[in-house]
């Protein structure tokens, strides 16, 4: 079968872009024909046997090269002969859909912010990538964000399937990486006995960094939290930490490609959200043993249990998180919750649910080849 992936970036940094190489591999480990078609692509493959196709055309803006792309897309899959398009995101042209970033609808909502021109462009191009005859199904990460495509773009619920992300469990494993672990918690000088806490992830306003340094300021007892990710407004963040007194005991340390070890030498993962379809992070956690807590925003809480984690309300209190915080400081040194962690998230092995995903396209593309017999 000759499929084709469409994601406006190929990278290998990303929720989606993890979902977009892994799948891809796993494809042409089938033996599938693959190409990824974007505008943009690391220089590496996912497989050696994936292939590119780059839509690069002029545009000016990032709004604008969203629609371009689209448009190229469309143009690019009607002069070419795939059995299968999968779209990721960013164009209207495929065979079946997998939501992996929510809507832009929600994501303003969640901001408490009106949508701007480009998130009004992004809308559009969801609306016609979900319109009727559009597509043969929609794959969702969550029912949370299954119910927001029902609820902005009128996707009936029998054309949603919903399979829940998936954890790298090799790569994911404290066994593997204790020891390098313990090598970063000794350069970073919180191997003391102290809890660590950890915040990890780009986007700190949505993925809720100022609440959780709010809570982190009124613990009471002394602690270390890490915060790790990609932040264009960091230097505000850090200015926040300092105003609330918390800068001497908070290390903001940028972008890492290394999250496996943050997750296995911290005692507890934070991802306070606003807005998160699903949440790859959090069962990263969990697969290196760590407790996690989250909110009500998060698509993840419908895989959590309370052995393993905390979900808190949608209106991410401070004192509420404060509460999980404190209960989670010292389990990870005093209890078995890291066998229980990682037993969760075997469960979401990266290999079970990428069978799950492609036992659904084959039976898209028999839908679709019934349709055009």
Not at 285 to 295: F, K, S, V
């Amino acid at each position: 079968m000759k499929i084709a992936l469409v994601h406006l970036r190929h990278a290998y940094s990303g929720g989606v872009e993890l979902y977009l190489n892994q799948m891809a591999r796993y494809l042409a480990e089938q033996g599938e024909d693959v190409t990824i078609i974007c505008r943009s692509h690391d220089e590496k493959p996912p497989h050696p046997a994936v292939k590119f196709v780059k839509l690069r055309g002029f545009s000016i803006g990032k709004t604008h090269r969203l629609w371009r792309f689209a448009k190229a897309v469309e143009k690019h899959v009607k002069e070419s002969n795939y059995d299968l398009v999968y779209g990721l995101a960013h164009a209207w042209t495929h065979d079946v859909l997998r939501i992996g970033a929510g809507t832009s609808l929600h994501m303003s909502r969640s901001l408490n912010r009106p949508m701007r021109f480009k998130d009004r462009i992004n809308n559009i191009i969801e609306s016609r990538a979900m319109a009727p005859g559009a597509y043969y199904q929609v794959i969702s990460n969550s029912h949370k964000s299954a119910a927001e495509i029902q609820e902005a773009h009128n996707v009936p619920s029998d054309k949603i399937t919903v399979i829940h992300n998936f954890v790298d469990t090799k790569r994911f494993d404290a066994k593997r990486t204790q020891s390098e672990a313990d090598v970063l918690k000794q350069k970073l000088g919180v191997n003391d006995g102290i809890p660590v806490f950890l915040f990890l992830g780009t986007g700190y306003e949505r993925k809720g960094l100022k609440q959780a340094l709010t809570a982190y300021s009124k613990l009471p007892f002394e602690a270390h939290l890490l915060v790790v990710g990609r932040e264009t407004h960091e230097a505000d963040y850090i200015k926040f930490a300092k105003e609330i007194g918390v800068s001497e005991r908070c290390q903001f340390l940028g972008a890492d490609n290394r999250p496996e070890l943050y997750f296995t030498l911290a005692d507890c993962y934070m991802l306070p959200t606003l807005y998160e379809p699903f949440g790859f992070t959090v069962i990263e956690a969990l697969a290196c043993g760590t407790p996690a807590i989250t909110t009500e925003n998060c698509g993840a809480k419908e895989v959590l249990s309370p052995q393993v984690a905390t979900v808190i309300d949608s209106d991410v209190n401070p004192d509420e998180l404060l509460t999980a915080m404190i209960e989670w400081a010292d389990k990870k040194r005093t209890t078995n919750v890291s066998k229980a962690c990682r037993d969760l998230s075997l469960t979401m092995d990266v290999e079970v649910v990428l069978k799950k995903n492609y036992q659904e396209l084959l039976k898209i593309y028999n839908m679709k080849k019934a349709a055009n017999a």
